[in-house]
């Protein structure tokens, strides 16, 4: 288990890089201290400060020197500009962090915005390299290198299938939190991109936010969780409120984290809608049992009824719900199952075959 510092973590250190990293390495500690293994997070080829004459870290060159340039002038994406993923300066300045962050003692590091290395640019340092994709493969390789398996490398905003050779885990959407609308978001990510369980050792859902929302809608994200392959909590537990004793109630579930535990591996979808729709039904085999993940986005209670035909199955020894609100059901006949649930929630059922 990993508890990993988001952005702006550099507001811990004083006086850069080389400067006073006292409550980084505190951090650290009591990471360990608890049984954990500490993480960061850092966007390799992005400049966020863009101002082209401040000293790229760990090079004699100045920022300007490294951006990608389109038409004559830097490129910036999402509020970020891009640097050429080949130049020495680029290169120079990852050697720098990663090794900074090594030394405090991490073990996991979040990479985003890789999209950046991925743009066209006039030309690259490298010569040899001429599409946005070369340059891509070239910086992720040397980035690569540097890492050098030491920490697990988990990718947010990235390419979906040309990240995977470079990192063990990728983030299946990002930027979602606390409403049913975002876990329909991530699991529109989950009903088209479940297949890249095959490709990463981990995916993951985004953080789990419950924050001040209803019951129902903490449930629907925690499911979307554990439907995509991996949980990441992502409330403010250091303050009171409401999450902390939903947290309590539904993050001490043993069996429906074992689900996570198990594999770390996406369930697929059972169920596609027409158009950007997410399924509303997701289902996983683990040995003799199937998983069920269903999800009502709409405000009014539903029943789904679905073939089990169309599960694979004939009619399961017994079932039981793992998670999910009182009111639902589960009824099996006629060849079919027959599901109830309320507005706005979810629910994980175990069928025993």
């Known amino acids: 288990m990993f508890i990993d510092l988001d952005s702006f973590w550099d507001r811990m250190i004083e006086g850069g890089l080389d400067g006073n990293s006292d409550k980084l390495k505190a951090f650290v500690s009591y990471c360990n201290a608890k049984g954990f293994e500490p993480g960061i997070y850092w966007a390799p080829f992005t400049d966020w400060g863009k101002q082209g004459d401040r000293k790229v870290e760990g090079s004699d060159y100045s920022y300007k020197d490294v951006w990608t340039y389109i038409n004559g002038k830097p490129l910036d994406v999402d509020g970020g500009r891009a640097m050429d993923p080949t130049h020495p300066g680029t290169r120079a300045r990852i050697v720098k962090y990663i090794e900074f962050f090594k030394s405090l003692g991490f073990k996991m590091i979040k990479i985003d915005f890789l999209g950046h290395a991925t743009l066209e640019a006039d030309h690259y340092y490298d010569s040899r390299v001429t599409t946005g994709m070369e340059a891509f493969c070239n910086g992720m390789t040397f980035l690569?290198?540097?890492?050098?398996?030491?920490?697990?490398?988990?990718?947010?905003?990235?390419?979906?299938?040309?990240?995977?050779?470079?990192?063990?885990?990728?983030?299946?959407?990002?930027?979602?939190?606390?409403?049913?609308?975002?876990?329909?978001?991530?699991?529109?990510?989950?009903?088209?991109?479940?297949?890249?369980?095959?490709?990463?050792?981990?995916?993951?859902?985004?953080?789990?936010?419950?924050?001040?929302?209803?019951?129902?809608?903490?449930?629907?994200?925690?499911?979307?969780?554990?439907?995509?392959?991996?949980?990441?909590?992502?409330?403010?537990?250091?303050?009171?409120?409401?999450?902390?004793?939903?947290?309590?109630?539904l993050l001490q579930n043993k069996d429906?984290?074992?689900?996570?535990?198990?594999?770390?591996?996406?369930?697929?979808?059972?169920?596609?809608?027409k158009g950007k729709a997410p399924s509303n039904v997701f289902e996983k085999r683990m040995g003799n049992k199937l998983y069920l993940g269903v999800f009502n986005y709409g405000e009014n209670k539903t029943t789904m009824k679905l073939s089990l035909l169309r599960l694979g199955i004939k009619s399961p020894k017994s079932s039981k719900m793992i998670m999910g609100p009182s009111t639902a059901k589960a009824d099996f006949s006629d060849g079919q199952v027959s599901i109830q649930l309320p507005g706005k929630d979810a629910a994980i059922f175990c069928l025993d075959l």
């Not at 049913?180 to 936010?209: C, K, P, R």
């Not at 984290?257 to 809608?273: C, H, S, W």
Request: aromatic residues 10%.
């Open 144 to 249: 690569d290198s540097v890492l050098d398996n030491k920490m697990l490398t988990y990718a947010a905003i990235s390419p979906n299938l040309a990240t995977a050779r470079y990192v063990h885990m990728r983030r299946i959407a990002c930027d979602a939190f606390k409403s049913i609308a975002e876990t329909a978001y991530t699991l529109n990510s989950v009903t088209y991109g479940w297949w890249q369980g095959h490709m990463y050792d981990f995916m993951d859902a985004d953080h789990v936010v419950f924050k001040d929302a209803s019951i129902g809608e903490n449930r629907a994200r925690l499911a979307s969780a554990v439907v995509t392959g991996s949980l990441i909590t992502g409330d403010d537990y250091s303050k009171r409120g409401p999450w902390r004793t939903t947290a309590m109630k």
């Open 256 to 273: 429906l984290l074992a689900i996570v535990g198990k594999d770390g591996k996406p369930f697929r979808p059972v169920v596609l809608e």
